[in-house]
């Protein structure tokens, strides 16, 4: 069997243990050869990468393994990247999600003005992954899942049309997981139809293999209690404030009770109560801070201490298996059923041939093959285009260098009031962007 060589973009990440373990427990049925980490924090990148290479030389020491901060080391001679950088880290995000609150407004990682400050800082170094890429691997494919998922999707569109960049996102699965539990199953038997755009979709069936149709009976369910479950599902998602979210989707399901929501529509839907429930001294990103980045930092300083990972795991979640699954269906054409982030050219019948929308696709390997939808009813249609317009014009403000556009795309964000709260918002993130974001006139 063919075996592989990966890069890890964002090496750093608290998510990059999670993925190596994922990929171990996977050696049978996705081999690899070589194995890189590549961050451009040092610090970061030296304390997830020095605990990795304990695990890999007591688990798998055939595998070559590095870890490095020079692009043209790690995008050589690989097979895939699986990238997930955060540009300007927790600091930033911290910043997404504060200033907004300040004036009112939704502060979240990729709803709303956070999302669109997020946005504009990823672009341009996601663009700069892909390109090393294309020059130092040209036949390899990149998995994405750094955030704004839907917005760095659309900057992939515009500025690197031809490039095998694969933008993904874990929610759909995590949900999925959920689900599933609801009614007694695994994942992988049930086949599902979704439609929406990345964080904004919804589900329109929910079926196992035989063709037997349970979304009827999980919507009893999430009637009642949202996708709040007994059981503990993952080790993503976990969080009180995720428990909160798991609940809410009981009203997010009320406005239409016809399709199951995605989580992230309560940002859009009630944004007035996500005001009113959040504390804007302590968010979201203070919360990882605390938990996921400390846990994940603490076990690699364990195992650097011991000399062994012996007694310290990293853990999995539904987050890694997502990634890995997508690889093997790319690399041994396996022709998986997934929800991925491709132009819609007609998947979704009766909305735009160029947006980014977020539907079930067949993957093998020549990448996603979009399975129809058909049409989608006149409420999420105008709800989708008013987001998807949001999104197309904030990778417009980057390009041009456009204060007004930007303007524009903040004011028509669901989650934003008004054009005088959009302008005081935009004004303090571009304070706070200043050396991401670039010069906007
Ligand atoms: P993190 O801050 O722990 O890790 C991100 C790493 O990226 C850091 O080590 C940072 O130094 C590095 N980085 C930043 N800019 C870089 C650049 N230009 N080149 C190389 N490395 C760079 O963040 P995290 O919480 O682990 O999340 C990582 C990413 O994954 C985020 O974008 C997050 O939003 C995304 N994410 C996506 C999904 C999804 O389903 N799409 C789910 C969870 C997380
Ligand atoms: C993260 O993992 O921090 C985000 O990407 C999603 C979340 O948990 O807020």
New binding site residues.
């Given amino acids: 069997m063919k075996k592989f060589s990966i890069v890890i973009a964002g090496g750093g990440s608290?998510?990059t243990p999670g993925i190596v373990m994922m990929l171990l427990d996977h050696l049978e049925t996705f081999p690899i050869r070589k194995l890189k980490l590549y961050d451009n924090d040092e610090k970061r990148q030296h304390m997830i990468g020095e605990a990795l290479k304990i695990v890999l030389n007591e688990r798998a020491p055939e595998i070559e393994y590095t870890y490095t901060t020079d692009p043209e080391e790690a995008f050589t001679d690989i097979d895939f990247c699986f990238a997930h950088i955060r540009v300007g880290k927790y600091e930033m995000r911290e910043l997404d999600e504060k200033i907004p609150l300040k004036h009112g407004v939704v502060g979240q990682?990729?709803c709303g003005p956070g999302g669109i400050a997020y946005g504009m800082r990823s672009i341009g170094p996601m663009i700069e992954l892909i390109d090393w890429m294309e020059k130092y691997s040209p036949d390899a494919w990149m998995l994405n899942y750094s955030?704004p998922a839907a917005i760095v999707a659309e900057a992939c569109r515009i500025l690197r049309p031809n490039a095998k960049v694969l933008n993904i996102c874990d929610m759909p699965v995590g949900t999925l997981r959920r689900m599933s539990q609801i009614i007694g199953k695994t994942p992988k038997e049930l086949d599902v139809r979704y439609f929406g755009l990345n964080h904004f979709g919804w589900w329109t069936s929910v079926k196992d293999k035989e063709g037997n149709e349970y979304l009827p009976q999980i919507r009893e369910y999430v009637k009642e209690n949202g996708y709040l479950t007994q059981i503990e599902v993952d080790t993503?998602?976990m969080?009180p404030?995720?428990q909160e979210t798991h609940k809410k989707a009981k009203d997010l399901l009320a406005v239409d009770p016809r399709f199951l929501p995605n989580t992230y529509l309560k940002y859009y839907f009630y944004p007035d109560e996500v005001v009113e429930s959040s504390n804007p001294k302590y968010t979201?990103a203070n919360e990882?801070m605390d938990g996921?980045e400390k846990k994940v930092f603490s076990t690699a300083r364990e195992i650097i201490e011991k000399g062994t990972a012996a007694g310290s795991e990293f853990a999995i979640g539904s987050h890694a298996t997502f990634i890995v699954d997508l690889a093997r269906a790319i690399a041994f054409n396996t022709h998986e059923r997934m929800i991925m982030i491709v132009e819609n050219n007609g998947a979704i019948a009766n909305f735009d041939d160029d947006a980014m929308v977020e539907v079930p696709c067949i993957v093998g390997s020549d990448g996603p093959e979009p399975l129809s939808q058909g049409k989608i009813p006149e409420f999420q249609r105008a709800l989708m285009l008013q987001q998807v317009t949001v999104e197309k014009m904030v990778v417009q403000a980057y390009i041009e260098g456009s204060y007004q556009k930007l303007w524009q795309a903040l004011t028509l964000s669901k989650t934003v009031p008004s054009a005088k709260v959009a302008k005081k918002v935009l004004d303090d993130l571009i304070e706070a962007n200043r050396g991401y974001w670039p010069e906007l006139k």
Avoid: I
């Fill in positions: 608290t998510y990682e990729t955030n993503q998602h969080d404030s995720w979201r990882v996921r």
